[in-house]
Nanobody, 118 residues
C-alpha cells in the first residue's frame, strides 16, 4: 500500500483543516488506517485511527471533540477533519495503515505540514 497525505497548511487558531490520505496498491478496504503527528524536537505521536469498515474510531485525548477521522473506501481515501485548531496541533501529520491483525503500523505516507498560528 502506498499512501500520499495532502491538505495541510497554515491556519489561525480556532480554524479548520481537512487533510486527506490517498492510497494505492493493494486493496485499501481491509486495512485499518491512522494518523500520527510529529512536532519539531518531539517524538511521533498517535492522533486518530479508524477500522477497516469505518465502524470503530479512536483518538488521543487532546483532540477528542475537535478532530474526526473518516474514510471513503471506494475512493481509497481517508480524511482528518480538524476543527478548533490550536497552536499545539502544529506538526507534520502522517497517515499510516496496517492489516486487521497487525500489531504495528506497517505502511506510512510522507506527511503533510499543519501550522496553527496564535
Amino acid at each position: 500500500v502506498q499512501l500520499q497525505a495532502s491538505g495541510g497548511g497554515l491556519v489561525q487558531a480556532g480554524g479548520s483543516l481537512r487533510p486527506s490520505c490517498a492510497a494505492s496498491g493493494r486493496t485499501f478496504t481491509y486495512y485499518n488506517l491512522g494518523w500520527f503527528r510529529q512536532a519539531p524536537g518531539e517524538e511521533r505521536e498517535f492522533v486518530a485511527a479508524i477500522s477497516w469498515a469505518g465502524g470503530s474510531t479512536s483518538y488521543r485525548d487532546s483532540v477528542k471533540g475537535r478532530f474526526t477521522v473518516s474514510r471513503d473506501n471506494p475512493k481509497n481515501t481517508m480524511y482528518l477533519q480538524m476543527n478548533s485548531l490550536k497552536p499545539e496541533d502544529t506538526a507534520v501529520y502522517y497517515c499510516t495503515a496496517k492489516g486487521a491483525y497487525d500489531v504495528k503500523w506497517i505502511y506510512w505516507g510522507q506527511g503533510t505540514q499543519v501550522t496553527v498560528s496564535s
